[in-house]
Structures are given as structure tokens and as C-alpha cells.
């Protein structure tokens, strides 16, 4: 399993983004990144896509643990604030539910204790 866990925090995409795998357990992962001045769109805000993709690699972490491969049918969610430049921001993906073939995750986006942002989605399981 440790290998399993060393090659998800190798993930190319995350370490570009600066993404760090803090935690990862059987349907459970904790993600975290550091807002810096490349965070940030046109109108001045943190980028979305920023912060999707943080939630979309705690996800990921998740429902790979145990069930490698899965593959995300769907994602959705809400952006609730707008962090700031030098926030330490943490997803949270934590099961739901799950079938033999399916996962519903929810992943929660903090910094400190604020919420930042919510999603919910759902796995495949290749077996």
C-alpha cells in the first residue's frame, strides 16, 4: 500500500499546482496548497480551477486507496469564498457511499476553519 500511496502524492499535475498529499486512508484524503500570486484570474480573484483542482486530487486520493483504478463519472460543487494570497487552503475527501462498482465522495475545502468551497462526486470502479 505504501507504494500505491508514493505514486498517487507523484501525481505530475498536483506537484505542478503545488498540491501536497498530507493524508490518504481507506476512503479518506486530506490535500492542501498555498495561494501565491500565479493563483490568481483576471479580476483578481483565486481562480476556481485553482481550487477544483485541489478537491479533484483529495478525491482522487480517496477512491484510489483501496479501489485502484476508479475513475470520476462526475464532480460538482460550490465556491463559498475566495481565499486570500498566502492562505494555506486543505481538502478534505471523505466516502459516503459506496457499491461494488461506484463511490459518492464529498470533499470540503478549508482554510483554518473557514469553508471555502463544497463538492460532491462520484467514482467508477474498475474491477
Known amino acids: 500500500m505504501n507504494e500505491l500511496i508514493q505514486k498517487i502524492s507523484k501525481d505530475p499535475y498536483a506537484?505542478?499546482?503545488?498540491?501536497?498529499?498530507?493524508?490518504?486512508?481507506?476512503?479518506?484524503?486530506?490535500?492542501?496548497?498555498?495561494?501565491?500570486?500565479n493563483s490568481f484570474n483576471f479580476l483578481g480573484a483565486v481562480h476556481g480551477g485553482l481550487i477544483?483542482?485541489?478537491?479533484?486530487?483529495?478525491?482522487?486520493?480517496?477512491?484510489?486507496?483501496?479501489?485502484?483504478?476508479?475513475?470520476?463519472?462526475?464532480?460538482?460543487?460550490?465556491?463559498?469564498?475566495s481565499p486570500k494570497l498566502g492562505d494555506r487552503l486543505k481538502a478534505e475527501a471523505k466516502l459516503i457511499h459506496t457499491t461494488r462498482r461506484t463511490g459518492l465522495y464529498n470533499i470540503q475545502v478549508f482554510h483554518n476553519q473557514e469553508l471555502i468551497a463544497v463538492f460532491n462526486g462520484t467514482v467508477f470502479r474498475k474491477i
Open 52 to 81: 477544483f483542482s485541489l478537491a479533484d486530487a483529495a478525491f482522487s486520493a480517496a477512491s484510489n486507496f483501496d479501489y485502484s483504478p476508479s475513475f470520476a463519472l462526475d464532480i460538482s460543487g460550490s465556491f463559498l469564498k
Open 15 to 37: 506537484e505542478f499546482l503545488g498540491i501536497s498529499f498530507d493524508e490518504i486512508k481507506e476512503g479518506f484524503a486530506v490535500c492542501s496548497l498555498t495561494i501565491h500570486k
